[in-house]
């Protein structure tokens, strides 16, 4: 499966974005799923529930299954997981978005608002293939897209997964 992750500080933008072009390629005929790293302790289960109750008691794994959905609970037992290792539970799909892992080696799209005062990604990082600011960037040597512009994003992502990205902002 191919892997584009969407990299960037807290509050650069990445949710936003990456649920402004999902839809897109989805739009485009591709099929998509995301990986979303969770900086702090999370709980998708609730108290009182079943499944609650399930791992409570000690299961390692618990799923949790509808008509809908289904879910698939796994204690990690104090050690987070590698993304490679989260990627083999993932059906095929033409591409894999990733929220998060900057530090992990797969290409990845950086969103960079200059205005935060945070360090940039890309010039440090070879898998930064691209770039998405709300700020001209002279120095950047990458792709370089307009964070406003989610349908351009949409559409150098297409390109990247038919293995064809531009390098320039004619998006």
Do not use: N
């Given at each position: 499966m191919l892997v584009l992750g969407?990299?960037?500080?807290?509050g650069s933008g990445k949710t936003t974005l990456l649920t402004a072009v999902l839809p897109?390629?989805?739009g485009q005929?591709?099929?998509?799923?995301?990986?979303?790293?969770?900086h702090h302790r999370f709980d998708v289960d609730q108290p009182g529930k079943d499944s609650y109750r399930h791992r409570?008691?000690?299961?390692?794994?618990?799923?949790?299954a509808s008509s809908a959905r289904w879910a698939l609970m796994h204690e990690n037992a104090g050690a987070e997981p590698p993304l490679?290792?989260?990627?083999?539970?993932?059906a095929p799909v033409d591409l894999?978005?990733?929220?998060?892992f900057k530090a992990h080696p797969?290409?990845?799209?950086?969103v960079y608002r200059p205005a935060l005062g945070l360090p940039r990604l890309w010039p440090d990082r070879p898998d930064v293939v691209a770039v998405a600011s709300d700020a001209a960037l002279r120095d950047c040597d990458r792709a370089l897209l307009p964070l406003d512009d989610p349908p351009a994003i949409a559409r150098w992502i297409g390109d990247f997964?038919?293995?064809?990205?531009?390098v320039s902002g004619d998006y």
């Open positions: 969407l990299a960037g500080w807290s897109l390629l989805i005929g591709m099929s998509v799923s995301t990986v979303k790293h969770a409570q008691a000690g299961a390692r794994e618990v799923l949790v490679a290792e989260l990627l083999t539970r993932l894999v978005l990733v929220e998060g797969h290409p990845k799209l950086e997964v038919r293995g064809r990205p531009g």
